[in-house]
DNA sequence: CATGAATGAGGTTTCATTCAT
DNA sequence: GATGAATGAAACCTCATTCAT
């Protein structure tokens, strides 16, 4: 699995050879049959593993007590994710957007549903929390630009001040709100 | 072209075949290699066409004298194309982003790079228009904003509530000021 | 399809491989792909071709009057084949027989029912000419036993006395009928 | 060896696969093969269980006076194979006819050659005690059409009136001999 | 300008068999 | 006896591309 993924984020799910991933792993063709039913199964576990990453996300959410600092959390997770996995987020966002990989991504996104609801949920209460009375007006807008400063990190990494964008972020987002709240 | 647009967008690139193409064209195989040189040629044509696209909406944002208006026209035409052609914007979105297509974009975008400049200096000025002083580092989570939208339209078309979060954009971008500014 | 059907019958169809079809017929794989859509689809034009060799017979068969006559035809057309073809005969009643095949040849079947209710009543024909007043009852009887020759023979071609036996068939059928009927 | 009989039966020798027969008996893979040396030796002790009841309708007929008696018990053993059995039969018919199988086929036959020798002894002794003074003559005519009824059947189950051409046949070779003979 | 037969490298998948445990 | 991970050869099939006509 890791192999495939790497392989995936940097030459794409379709590039990619079972001989490129078995080779790179130093195993047979063979034995990837033996664990996964097909290459799209090996791509529906990745996503599941990653989908599985979330929840982590969340608990820290919990976890936080101040808005403020869960506000940074999550700018935070989503900077480091990028600078770090640049071809992994690529590579997931490209994934869930393509229409062939629909129906696969849906059945992974549906095997726990309450993950997204959970996600959801914190994200409203820190919006209300941060001073919003109409949060879940606001909450589409919020996660647009989170989601929009992935998109353009990604279209053009050295070209995006991801950094100074979050950071402008955060101030916005806080502006009125006691550090300490 | 044509029927290869539509194919990309409905099955993605690498899935669609030469022969997928032709029939639906109904034309031979061997004409389509006597206007393209490859199957990657078709795709660099169709990107340059969307590319040109690009030039209609500066033309009509320097028309516009009203900074409102000139906001409006872009908001509007994201939701437009977004409405209208939700999979060809998948499409776009996801060649632009994969990582084997790189090249070939590159080469596509520095074909007219005076068409790029010539959009951020128009998105420049209507910021400025708009009462901000530093227009600079306002216009990347402009931006940001703008294509988060559009990817959570795509990730979900649905779910976004993609009219209401454009209005609310607008709304905050022309906050305190004048309708006919 | 003639590079097929030898090794169909020399060495079954599960076992031959498209290769072997291919480089026996001196042409490139994909072309196989060209007019057949699958493998399976060769064996369904094979079959197809054989099928339409049933006409020949019946055609025979309806411009023949004297009935002994008729039915000296009918096992002549057994012996010349199994003698001439008994590769092709063995191979033909065990794709018949076999079960994984039996949509396929249920298909290629019903593509000309006719032929068999033509050549069926040929035979009947031929019973109630030979004397039998309870020609339908006789013919289930008939046709075994003409099988059962074509069997026995494909089982042990040495050991099977095919010409012998189809004299005996031929006098039991005929005993009590003028040969110039 | 009753799991792949009853597969081999349904799918087909080639088609089935080791996997298909250990877990269908439940047990692993690595055990088919304590017990097998490979695949073609399942389907060879098959072959051998399968000749093995061959000794109980030769014993049956050698223990039966009347010679009406003993056609009966042939030909009810047929037709009770059949009717229990189909796909059975048809498997048995199909892979003594192959020719991929002949020398494993031919192996498991030789194995005890007396035994159809014994069979063929029962069969003339029968046609002479049916009042055929050149049973060696009338024996392929008359396996034969035994033969064809099996096939017959086995080709179009529905479609042959199997009970009634065995009545026939024995209503044919009785002719003229006293039920008590 | 137009066709489609032809190629062949390379893709995914299958499967009998082996072997360390 | 029993397991199942592991292998690798070989199967079917796809497809971008070429080229004679």
Redesign the pocket.
Known sequence: MASARELFEQKGF?T?????I?SRA??????????F????DILRELIRARLDELDDLIERMRAEKSAVRRLRILVSQLVTELTEGEDRQRFLVTTFLQKQHHKLVTKAMQQSPERFAALQAEELRLLADLGHNEAEKELPLFRATLQGMVMLYLLNPHGFPLHDVGELFVQRYTKGVAQND
């Open positions: 379709e990619t050879t079972i001989d490129d078995t130093q195993v047979s063709k063979g034995l990837a049959y033996h664990y039913r097909s290459k799209d």
